[in-house]
């Protein structure tokens, strides 16, 4: 469906949300893998567009948090590849789709024994582990400062309840930690990386929070008001990049043809 001006997206967003998504919401169910995200109301359901122009149309439950889980890996991938650049990030994860499940460990097992990319659980926690600071709540901050300046609010923090559900829970993570540490991709205590990893998780915003995020991306990494660069032009294509080859993991190729967005 094509819309031409703002009054036709204000009712086709409104519509969406009355009708269709409810819709295909009653398909899904609400993810109980972490205990405390079993809690979440399934009833809920927002939906906010960004305009080039820094406009925002929303329908539904758009002032509920929701925690960004791995939504979070693509932002932590982000602030990396500015801190340390491309050879240093791909010298320890890999740059290919896969179509082993997001926590698989099996790939690992292969020589090299590095993630394929920085999507998956594993490729994740190497990303995670080269945030730079000197404690876990240094480099928690630093992403955290990160997130508020790409989404435009500063109130931005993180669920304790889910971090803490998260952490005590994240058994195949520790796993795939160890076999990291095993084959010198990561050198850090793996506790102290669970506990980054799980706080980034847990990172919570609204879904007009995120759609700010997803504009930054859209617009090569400037600020949509003050044209600001918040990232350079080079780590905002990679990024959209892994989303489109790698965001909806073994899924990926499907969601590119069928929906054609980064994800």
């Known amino acids: 469906m094509l819309v031409y001006n703002q009054e036709e997206l204000v009712r086709f967003v409104e519509e969406l949300r009355r009708s269709r998504a409810k819709q295909y ?25 960004y305009t080039p122009d820094d406009e925002v149309v929303s329908a539904g439950d758009v002032t509920v948090k929701v ?57 994740a926690l190497v990303v995670t582990s080269m945030i730079q600071g000197s404690s876990v709540s240094e480099r928690l901050e630093r992403l955290l400062a990160f997130v508020r300046r790409l989404a435009g609010n500063e109130c931005i923090s993180y669920s304790d309840e889910v971090a803490r559900s998260e952490y005590e829970t994240a058994f195949l993570n520790r796993s795939l930690c160890y076999f990291l540490k095993q084959h010198r991709i990561i050198d850090e205590d793996v506790e102290e990386l669970m506990e980054l990893y799980t706080k980034q998780c847990a990172i919570e915003m609204t879904c007009i929070d995120l759609a700010r995020i ?50």
């Open 214 to 263: 997803g504009l930054v991306l859209a617009l090569d990494g400037r600020d949509p008001h003050s044209s600001e660069p918040l990232m350079p032009l080079d780590v905002a294509r990679i990024c959209k990049t892994f989303m489109v080859t790698c965001g909806m993991y073994n899924s990926s190729g499907e969601f590119a043809i069928k929906v054609g967005i980064p994800a």
């Open 67 to 123: 925690t960004l889980q791995s939504i979070s890996k693509i932002i932590a991938l982000a602030l990396v590849l500015i801190d340390r650049g491309e050879d240093e990030v791909f010298h320890k994860v890999g740059m290919e789709p896969t179509d082993y499940p997001f926590h698989s460990i099996a790939k690992l097992e292969e020589k090299p024994a590095k993630p394929l990319n920085p999507m998956i659980n594993a490729g």
């Open 25 to 49: 919401a009653r398909y899904g169910k609400v993810a109980d893998y972490i205990p405390a995200l079993g809690k979440a109301n399934p009833n809920e359901l927002s939906i906010a567009i």
